[in-house]
């Protein structure tokens, strides 16, 4: 009877990773448009990031607790496997969906990362861009400030 809630357990398990692979699907989404967006801050960048690390450390440690209770009930799935027949096929049907998602997110994240990468290369490009108007800024005032100065001479009276 334990070996039943362990598996019951595992199920929930599958179930919930399944709700965190989707809210982490849709931070993907938001962080496409944010990277889209000319507009948006490096923050809502950020606050992005953060909330997709929350939910990847729930994921490692949902993966660690399947595991540990996988190997508790291992050898009763395998010598009962008529008695955990449907939770069995539930558990497939859940994995079938997490590998989808899984590979959904993969390629979103493909995607988002060609984004980064343009946008940051766009960045440093404006930034070099800034750094040279600046530097002719600069000189220009220098050269001006130059012009008006008169180097110091001496005049020679005893002639």
Known sequence: MAELNYVQMMRESLEKKIRILEEIRLLNREQNQILQ???????????????????????????????QMYNRVREALHTNRAAYADEIRKMQMYIREITDLSATIQAQEKRNKQLAEAKFSNIRS?????????????TYYKTMMDRNYVDPQFYDSKK
């Open 37 to 67: 967006d000319d507009n948006a801050t490096p923050d809502q960048f950020d606050d992005n990031i953060d909330k997709k690390q929350k939910l990847i450390d729930q994921l490692t440690g949902l993966d660690n607790g399947f595991q």
């Open 126 to 138: 404006k930034a070099k861009e800034v750094r040279k108007s600046q530097k002719a800024v600069n």
